[in-house]
């Protein structure tokens, strides 16, 4: 069969044997699209896989005779987080309790929170 012997409908528009090549052509595009996203994808995990192996060599070679630059390096890598917040330790005078919380090195966000 033919496709240029007739229209078809399709969606509500009128589709010809031009309009089928079009479409047949954006999926190959596509398709090729998501190769090469594929493609992407398996390197990415190749790159995660191998930085994770290296943080664990990294993680055997620190120890307690470690210097204190590797361990709190070694530290930060595995608690990634704000660079600029950090734990306070207190103690309450009159009821002798005693704990962390968290102070912003930041003043001007120290107060906006303190208003909050």
Same mark, same amino acid.
């Given at each position: ?12 528009? =009128? ?9 047949? =052509? ?8 998501? #190769? ?7 390197? +990415?995990?190749?790159?995660?896989? =191998? ?21 709190? +390096? ?12 950090? +734990?306070?330790?207190?103690?309450? #005078? ?23």
């Amino acid at each position: 069969m033919k496709l240029s012997t007739f229209t078809l409908k399709f969606l509500g528009t =009128k589709m010809n044997e031009t309009s089928l090549l079009t479409l047949q =052509k954006e999926i190959a595009e596509l398709e090729q699209l998501l #190769a090469d996203k594929k493609h992407q994808l398996k390197e +990415a995990q190749t790159v995660l896989a =191998k930085q994770a192996a290296e943080s664990i060599a990294t993680q055997n070679r620190i120890n307690n005779y470690s210097p204190p630059e590797a361990k709190i +390096a070694l530290f930060r890598s595995l608690f990634k987080g704000r660079e600029d917040v950090y +734990a306070k330790r207190f103690e309450n #005078a009159k009821t002798g309790k005693s704990g962390y919380q968290p102070v912003c090195r930041n003043k001007l966000w120290q107060l906006h929170s303190t208003f909050i």
